[in-house]
């Protein structure tokens, strides 16, 4: 069956660092793009980063450029995000996300999310 996964989250001060990581299982790993999302308190569930297959094609919001680091190791079946300089509203609820477009057929996957809380 289909897994993913997390670990890593934490409580964390303002500037400190989390690396989360996604453990999958159960599907064709290399063939799916890896996101992060995240759900702050009273907010719409947003897209962090991602990461493609096989040309890692990579994008985040805004918001988080120049602190979050997407990575993945097919190998492993695992994708990770560095989180550095971390601020208050980086505070939310961590998913992994994989998704794959097949001919005509979307297969996705959610992680059960972990929790991320920044806060002096």
């Known amino acids: 069956q289909v897994q993913l996964v997390e670990s890593g989250g934490g409580l964390v001060q303002p500037g400190g660092s989390l690396r989360l990581s996604c453990a999958a299982s159960?599907?064709?790993?290399?063939?799916?793009?890896m996101s992060w999302y995240r759900q702050a308190p009273g907010k719409e569930r947003e897209l962090v980063a991602s990461?493609?297959?096989?040309?890692?094609?990579?994008n985040y919001v805004d918001s988080v450029k120049g602190r979050f680091t997407i990575s993945r190791d097919d190998a492993k079946y695992t994708v990770y995000l560095q989180m550095n300089s971390l601020k208050p509203e980086d505070t939310a609820v961590y998913y992994c996300?994989?998704?794959?477009?097949?001919?005509?057929?979307?297969?996705?996957?959610w992680g059960q999310g972990t929790q991320v809380t920044v806060s002096s």
């Open positions: 996300n994989a998704k794959r477009w097949l001919w005509g057929t979307w297969y996705e996957y």
């Open positions: 990461i493609t297959n096989s040309v890692s094609r990579i």
């Open positions: 159960g599907f064709t790993f290399s063939r799916f793009g």
